[in-house]
């Protein structure tokens, strides 16, 4: 006697067996559109999402991450450990979480923030596309900490979605993240910071 997992396939199977096969679904529509500000309406889209968003030369990053991090009081801050040098700037207590040494949960509810980059970002809805790449560091790093703080260079944006998926890898572990982490009851009662940080800011450069 077929154990149960077998005989619920096979009627499964069974049931399915005149369906016609499926037909090809086409994919011949747009992916992409022609947008003549693709930072501008990033920046723009950003900001809807209640995050807050800067426009900021390269050379003027460094001193950007450190009067934004000394306005909230942003310390100790915790960054993965390829991010450049110059944007662990001074008078702050950074946590490296290393992929030797990971930084257990506590020390990542404990900081102020994290600092990362991104993988890419997409100009017409304000997301963040993050994917454990370089300058990002593992997931946990940007879901607990409750304050992220995100540098996005300007030829990392895309202009849809659709131009965002043919760019990354679907095999490594992606999160898109528009606005702050909120969601909200049947009410409609918005509740920010339930699933990931309370605040997001973007310095967009390049």
């Known amino acids: 006697m077929a154990d149960p997992r077998t005989e619920i396939l096979g009627r499964i199977r069974r049931a399915l067996a005149d369906r016609p096969a499926a037909k090809e679904i086409p994919r011949d529509y747009d992916l992409s559109r022609p947008i003549d500000d693709l930072p501008g309406l990033f ?3 950003v900001a809807d999402y209640r995050a807050g ?17 000394r306005l909230r ?8 450990p390829d991010v450049p040098a110059s944007w662990c700037v001074p008078g702050i207590d950074w946590h490296v979480d290393d992929e030797d ?13 994290v600092l990362t980059g991104c993988a890419l970002a997409i100009a017409e809805t304000g997301t963040i596309v993050l994917d454990a790449g370089p300058e990002q560091g593992r997931r946990a790093l940007t879901l607990i900490p409750d304050y992220h703080l995100c540098v996005v260079r300007t030829e990392q944006i895309v202009g849809t979605v659709p131009e965002a998926l043919a760019t990354l890898d679907p095999l490594r572990p992606l999160t898109f993240i528009s606005g702050p982490s909120a969601t909200s009851d049947i009410e409609l009662n918005r ?16």
């Not at 968003?53 to 991090?69: G, Q, S």
């Not at 040494?101 to 923030?113: F, K, N, Q, R, S």
């Not at 509740?191 to 390049?206: D, I, M, N």
């Open 43 to 45: 920046a723009a889209r």
């Open 191 to 206: 509740v920010e910071g339930v699933h990931g940080p309370r605040t997001l800011e973007v310095l967009l450069t390049g």
């Open 73 to 80: 009081g942003a310390s100790p801050m915790v960054v993965p």
């Open 53 to 69: 968003v800067r426009r900021v030369a390269t050379p003027d990053l460094p001193a950007t991450i450190t009067e934004v991090l």
């Open 101 to 113: 040494t990971p930084l257990p949960v506590a020390t990542l509810d404990e900081a102020a923030g």
